[in-house]
């Protein structure tokens, strides 16, 4: 049973940056595509950016040109890097492997981020 453990979160003010690390306890390449979701207080959980086995990325319109994600192989761990953060980033951040036959989730405990003003 693979497991995905994130890292990473805090707090930040506006304007500043963090680097979200998951690391699973077995290769990346068993996934079909993993990523990275966000749920905020009130509201649903939402894409933020994923990345698939073959390393074409896909963002969310509120992220793109600020966050970033990517993977060490080697290490089995993929990052979102996050740049310009804005309060409105302030979630819990879950990173996500995913099967697609059949099609099967596992997420992360998530870690928090919180960006002040």
């Known amino acids: 049973q693979v497991q995905l453990v994130e890292s990473g979160g805090g707090l930040v003010q506006a304007g500043g940056s963090l680097r979200l690390s998951c690391a699973a306890s077995g290769s990346i390449f068993s996934f079909n595509s993993m990523g990275w979701y966000r749920q905020a207080p009130g509201k649903q959980r939402e894409l933020v950016a994923t990345?698939?086995?073959?390393?074409?990325?896909n963002y969310a319109d509120s992220v793109k040109g600020r966050f970033t994600i990517s993977r060490d192989n080697a290490k089995n761990t993929v990052y979102l890097q996050m740049n310009s953060l804005k309060p409105e980033d302030t979630a819990v951040y879950y990173c996500n492997g995913r099967w697609v036959v059949p099609l099967r989730n596992i997420w992360g405990q998530g870690t928090q981020v919180t960006v002040s003003s």
């Open positions: 990345m698939s086995r073959d390393g074409s990325a």
